[in-house]
């Protein structure tokens, strides 16, 4: 196996994990950066900083940079790192460069919709195609320049294996041998992961769409009518995901918990349809709604949701395009 890991998606989370496997492994990492990124990198030497929420430094690395093309050598450890609708066009330039001997670790919001979708587009490990693990990161981290990212909450990062026993679980096992000494989790069998994958779903499902269509951060959301909103979502979620084995009433809680501890985040959902972007509601909110038709389960709050989210996305947009004229 090579020491080497390539890192696609050079937002925060990208940047802050490429810097932890750096410095811990001491192994060589390349970001995969479209043409005016990788300019900009060459311009700051090839080096990313990671701060406290005061300023101070906590570490530089040193990385290697190169543009997701066809040609280039084979990439045997992949870290997907990008917004999730994003994966498969960030992911197609490179794809001949992926093999059998292929690991990928997916480490974004919607992270079971991207391995669906995902899943759909490569060949299957008995087929040739690579290993897919998923991820969930709780590290807070935030971009103050474009290279310099501030680790605001220290958090951790776990990896679960979906495909556990499937053809390449040698070289997986060897994979998770390495992130888990950089300090990430691994032992965590595939049942107990996926629970906490869930749980991080129905929080994202609550709170991002919510704060998207009240321009709110999170901490709004725990007024009476807010917990009134939570609840009416979770009824869907509990209905959806009974092998949680909790209430609308727990995952309220649940949620309200979360929205508490993050009471002045905006999160990203939120950013994203007030600067007119695309959001990632659709392998969030969408991919729940898409699962409930596949399982026959009602689920009309949840649908509501996903269309009220990209009716404020649409809307996003075009003011933004209307904007860009008058300029």
């Not at 330039?93 to 992270?111: A, D, W």
């Not at 981290?141 to 290279?147: A, C, D, S």
């Not at 929205?259 to 959001?279: F, H, I, K, P, Q």
């Not at 991919?287 to 996305?313: D, G, N, S």
């Amino acid at each position: 196996m090579s020491s080497r890991f390539y890192i696609l998606g050079a937002g925060a989370i990208g940047l802050f994990h490429a810097h932890h496997i750096r410095t811990f492994l001491h192994t060589p990492v390349t970001l995969l950066l479209r043409a005016p990124t990788l300019t900009q990198f060459h311009a700051a030497n090839n080096t990313l900083t990671i701060q406290t929420s005061d300023r101070t430094v906590i570490g530089t690395s040193t990385l290697d940079a190169e543009e997701p093309t066809p040609d280039g050598p084979p990439i045997e450890n992949l870290i997907i790192c990008t917004k999730a609708h994003d994966t498969l066009a960030a992911l197609d330039p490179i794809s001949p460069r992926l093999s059998s001997n292929s690991t990928i670790l997916l480490l974004q919001n919607g992270v079971l919709g991207v391995y669906t979708s995902l899943r759909r587009s490569l060949s299957s490990p008995s087929t040739g195609g690579p290993r897919i693990l998923l991820g969930i990161t709780t590290h807070g981290v935030t971009l103050t320049e474009r290279f310099t990212a501030i680790h605001a909450g220290d958090g951790e990062t776990s990896i679960g294996d979906p495909e556990q026993g499937q053809v390449g679980q040698d070289r997986v096992n060897t994979f998770l041998e390495h992130v888990s000494r950089a300090g990430w989790s691994t032992t965590l069998s595939y049942p107990d992961f996926y629970q906490k994958l869930l749980l991080k779903l129905v929080v994202n499902t609550c709170l991002n769409p919510l704060t998207s269509l009240f321009n709110t951060p999170n901490g709004s959301l725990t007024t009476p009518h807010g917990q009134n909103l939570i609840h009416l979502i979770c009824k869907d979620l509990s209905t959806l995901f009974p092998d949680l084995g909790l209430s609308p009433t727990e995952l309220t809680s649940h949620v309200l918990d979360i929205a508490n501890r993050t009471a002045l985040n905006r999160n990203s959902m939120e950013r994203d349809v007030y600067a007119g972007r695309r959001t990632e509601v659709d392998f969030l909110v969408g991919y729940c709604v898409e699962l409930a038709r596949e399982r026959e389960v009602e689920v009309p709050i949840l649908e509501f949701l996903w269309e009220a989210v990209k009716m404020r996305e649409e809307i996003g947009m075009r003011m933004k395009r209307e904007a860009q004229k008058l300029r």
